[in-house]
């Protein structure tokens, strides 16, 4: 049983703050599948097992209604968090599916109409991880040795309390808050003993997106992402993590003296939000800016050695036989209309189904996501006329507009197989080498001046799945669109 109320909380010193949670409570079923995270807010870890059937009632206990979504699982319609399916106060749904997809970490949360952003940022998140026999195989660090992180941003006034901006900035460009709270805290320390750990970072913030990397510029080894773990592990600089991602990554401290410290942080970067906005953000923790994540310590010394497994898992890829339409990618265009981002020029509407976004079940279909450049194309309206030129360098609202979205689609998760970029080369230099492509993902960053293609799975249940901006305040502005399977 999961509860969604009102409770407090202590998050800075001083008062407590007053946020909406989930409160777990098991009624049945193996003992780890509840376990709360050391925080502040989250809702419980929960643990699941791939196969495993599982039951879970949703009580709301909120002054508003409310529907939760299983961000990266595969399940049926209704048990999605489709907005239709939110319940008043008062009520209960109960979820029944079962696990289907491979080990990962996913991620739960709202999806209300127009009101996920919010919901979310009073403290509506938690993370769910899925394990499965191959993973277990490769016997990762586990128990303390494995570290879920969960990173949102938030802004607090002079009470303690949390403190949102329902203006124009908000809305246009999403929520970025003052302090970076990391499973509820700030200024997280972990004490960790020398040896390997496995982090399990996922980005639960609104709006902000992260670069990360470690102080002395260690590089990161990263093993998965959204959608599980990658074939083989892969070292990065660092690793650029939107609102919904999720990244896998061993940290090995052995060799590190008692007391030495190794700190995350997110770095420099450029060209993913418009200087304009950036400036609007003042110097109160502006996005592409560098600061501290959390803190590592080492606190222990420890003689266990572990090395990772060369190979860490089979990806299952489409053959180009499989792909139903190969020669006329579905688009998802990312459009401007007057002050608001929309997909493919629509804002979102349920049962405003258009011809492409009908899609036959069991295929397999080839995703084109871009920005739709100058050209009126489905955007309609005369004020974006010249070409976009890349980087928010163009002329006209476009140009002036133009930032980085993460795309999600609901269902099976996907494979992106190109990425492509036009515009500032210099900008793209900050951020290129932390996107990584090699994994299964439910949710990709799609930078201005780029053009990805995907390959997505639409197998098994019909209905309504959406795709959206995970900017909540873009979704909940509109950007976000259902593809009718069918
Ligand atoms: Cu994480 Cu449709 O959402
Ligand atoms: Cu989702
Ligand atoms: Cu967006």
């Given at each position: 049983?999961?509860?969604?109320?009102r409770?407090?909380?202590?998050?800075?010193?001083?008062?407590?703050?007053?946020?909406?949670r989930?409160?777990?409570?098991l009624?049945?079923?193996?003992?780890?599948?509840?376990?709360?995270?050391?925080?502040?807010?989250?809702?419980p870890?929960?643990?699941?097992?791939?196969g495993?059937?599982?039951?879970?009632?949703?009580?709301?206990?909120?002054?508003?209604?409310?529907v939760?979504?299983?961000?990266?699982?595969?399940?049926?319609?209704?048990?999605?968090?489709?907005?239709?399916?939110?319940?008043?106060?008062?009520?209960t749904?109960?979820?029944?599916?079962?696990?289907?997809?491979?080990?990962?970490?996913?991620?739960?949360?709202?999806?209300?109409?127009e009101k996920?952003?919010?919901?979310?940022?009073?403290?509506?998140?938690?993370?769910?991880?899925?394990?499965?026999e191959?993973?277990?195989a490769?016997?990762l660090?586990?128990?303390?040795?494995?570290?879920?992180?969960v990173?949102?941003?938030?802004?607090?006034?002079?009470?303690?309390?949390?403190?949102?901006?329902?203006?124009?900035?908000?809305?246009?460009?999403?929520?970025?808050?003052d302090?970076?709270?990391?499973?509820?805290?700030?200024?997280?320390?972990?004490?960790?003993?020398?040896?390997?750990?496995?982090?399990?970072?996922?980005n639960?913030?609104?709006a902000?997106i992260?670069?990360?990397?470690?102080?002395?510029?260690?590089?990161?080894?990263?093993?998965?992402v959204?959608?599980?773990?990658?074939?083989?592990?892969?070292?990065?600089?660092?690793?650029?993590?939107?609102p919904?991602e999720?990244?896998?990554?061993?940290?090995?401290?052995?060799?590190?003296p008692?007391?030495?410290?190794?700190?995350?942080?997110?770095?420099?970067f450029?060209?993913?939000?418009?200087?304009?906005?950036q400036?609007?953000?003042?110097?109160?923790?502006?996005?592409?800016?560098?600061?501290?994540?959390?803190?590592?310590?080492?606190?222990?010394t420890?003689?266990?050695?572990?090395?990772?497994?060369?190979?860490?898992?089979?990806?299952?890829r489409?053959r180009?036989?499989?792909?139903?339409?190969?020669?006329d990618?579905?688009?998802?265009?990312?459009?401007m209309?007057?002050?608001?981002m929309?997909?493919?020029g629509?804002?979102?509407?349920?049962?405003?189904?258009q011809?492409?976004?009908?899609?036959?079940?069991?295929?397999?279909?080839?995703?084109?996501i871009?920005?739709?450049?100058?050209g009126?194309?489905?955007?309609?309206?005369?004020m974006m006329?010249?070409?976009?030129?890349?980087?928010?360098?163009?002329?006209?609202m476009?140009?002036?507009?133009?930032?980085?979205?993460?795309?999600?689609?609901?269902?099976?998760?996907?494979?992106?197989?190109?990425?492509?970029?036009?515009?500032?080369?210099?900008?793209?230099?900050?951020?290129?080498d932390?996107?990584?492509?090699?994994?299964?993902?439910d949710?990709?960053?799609?930078?201005?001046?780029?053009?990805l293609?995907?390959?997505?799975?639409?197998?098994?249940?019909k209905g309504?799945?959406?795709?959206?901006?995970?900017?909540?305040?873009?979704?909940?502005a509109?950007?976000?669109?259902?593809?009718?399977?069918?």
């Open positions: 049983e999961l509860i969604c109320k409770d407090e909380t202590s998050i800075l010193t001083g008062k407590a703050t007053r946020v909406w989930y409160v777990g409570n009624i049945k079923g193996p003992p780890n599948a509840v376990t709360a995270l050391p925080d502040a807010y989250l809702g870890l929960l643990r699941f097992t791939k495993q059937k599982v039951r879970i009632r949703l009580r709301n206990e909120l002054p508003e209604e409310t939760t979504h299983w961000h990266g699982l595969h399940v049926p319609m209704l048990m999605d968090g489709h907005p239709t399916a939110a319940i008043d106060p008062g009520e749904y109960v979820y029944e599916f079962e696990i289907r997809n491979r080990a990962g970490m996913y991620f739960y949360h709202p999806h209300t109409h996920t952003a919010t919901q979310v940022y009073r403290g509506l998140a938690g993370a769910l991880m899925i394990e499965d191959e993973e277990r490769l016997g660090p586990s128990g303390e040795f494995e570290i879920p992180l990173i949102q941003d938030r802004s607090f006034d002079r009470d303690n309390q949390l403190a949102y901006g329902d203006d124009m900035h908000t809305s246009m460009f999403g929520f970025y808050g302090r970076v709270l990391v499973n509820g805290r700030c200024n997280l320390t972990l004490d960790v003993a020398s040896r390997a750990y496995r982090l399990r970072i996922l639960g913030s609104n902000r992260y670069k990360l990397c470690w102080d002395d510029r260690t590089p990161l080894t990263v093993i998965g959204d959608g599980g773990l990658l074939e083989k592990a892969e070292t990065r600089p660092y690793v650029m993590l939107a919904a999720r990244v896998d990554l061993i940290v090995d401290f052995s060799g590190r008692q007391g030495a410290k190794l700190t995350m942080l997110s770095g420099e450029y060209g993913l939000i418009p200087p304009m906005a400036r609007m953000m003042g110097s109160d923790l502006a996005m592409g800016e560098e600061f501290p994540l959390f803190t590592a310590r080492v606190t222990k420890s003689t266990d050695s572990w090395k990772l497994p060369e190979k860490l898992s089979t990806i299952r489409f180009k036989d499989e792909i139903a339409n190969l020669d990618p579905i688009p998802i265009a990312i459009t209309a007057r002050m608001a929309f997909l493919n629509r804002p979102y509407g349920h049962d405003d189904i011809p492409r976004e009908r899609i036959p079940v069991d295929t397999t279909q080839l995703i084109e871009f920005h739709e450049r100058g009126m194309g489905m955007m309609g309206g005369g006329r010249g070409r976009m030129g890349g980087m928010g360098m163009g002329m006209g476009m140009g002036m507009m133009s930032m980085a979205h993460p795309i999600h689609l609901h269902g099976q998760p996907f494979e992106i197989i190109e990425r492509s970029f036009e515009g500032d080369e210099d900008a793209y230099a900050s951020v290129r932390g996107l990584i492509d090699s994994g299964l993902k949710t990709v960053l799609v930078a201005p001046g780029e053009r293609r995907i390959v997505k799975p639409f197998g098994d249940f309504r799945f959406m795709y959206h901006c995970h900017n909540l305040e873009h979704e909940d509109g950007m976000m669109r259902e593809f009718s399977v069918e």
